[in-house]
């Protein structure tokens, strides 16, 4: 039984990942669907989350391995299409919009991993535990500085402009 992703990533690439990361998922105590109507929240985080495990690549494509959905390879410059990859599409380029002097090295390809016990569907902000936790570990290679609500605000970019939720 697979425990981690850096076990996942280590088993499918038979390398160490560049970088780990853990976000976990959240639940409202108060004030569901109504964050992103500029009402009042009371959210509290939960020790379930996601977990990524990442490393940059040189062959032009995102290779995915995970538990929750097929394992999936795509162009690092497809178009989205619905996919899981989406997601990963997402965070490379809201990251690189707004560190568009770093070293890029993510968009010549990425191998990642994906754990998670935190259940997809469930409102426990799965999504966005993903989304953070692909952040986290780009910011990691990336060597940038960034704080939990530019992160934050960051995902918000990958859910508008790559998933097409407007949370």
């Given at each position: 039984m697979i425990n981690s992703s850096k076990e996942l990533f280590e088993q499918?690439?038979?390398q160490s990942p560049t970088a780990t990361s853990f976000a976990s998922?959240?639940?409202?105590?108060?004030?569901?669907h109504t964050d992103y109507n500029y009402g009042l929240v009371m959210p509290t985080p939960l020790s379930l989350g996601i977990e990524v495990s990442i490393t940059p690549s040189n062959t032009l494509l995102?290779?995915?391995?995970?538990?929750?959905?097929?394992?999936?390879?795509?162009?690092i410059n497809a178009p989205v299409d619905g996919s899981w990859l989406d997601f990963v599409t997402g965070a490379i380029?809201?990251?690189?919009?707004?560190f568009p002097n770093s070293s890029k090295i993510l968009k010549k390809g990425i191998?990642?991993?994906?754990?998670?016990?935190?259940p997809a569907n469930a409102g426990l902000s799965s999504s966005a535990?993903?989304?953070?936790?692909?952040?986290?570990a780009i910011n990691k290679i990336e060597n940038q500085d960034l704080d939990n609500c530019k992160l934050a605000k960051l995902a918000q970019?990958?859910?508008?402009?790559?998933?097409?939720?407007?949370c």
């Open positions: 499918k690439f038979n998922g959240r639940i409202n105590l108060i004030g569901d995102i290779e995915g391995e995970t538990e929750l959905f097929k394992e999936s390879v795509r162009s380029n809201v990251f690189y919009e707004e191998k990642l991993a994906i754990t998670s016990n935190l535990s993903l989304e953070i936790s692909l952040l986290r970019k990958i859910e508008h402009n790559f998933i097409g939720t407007m």
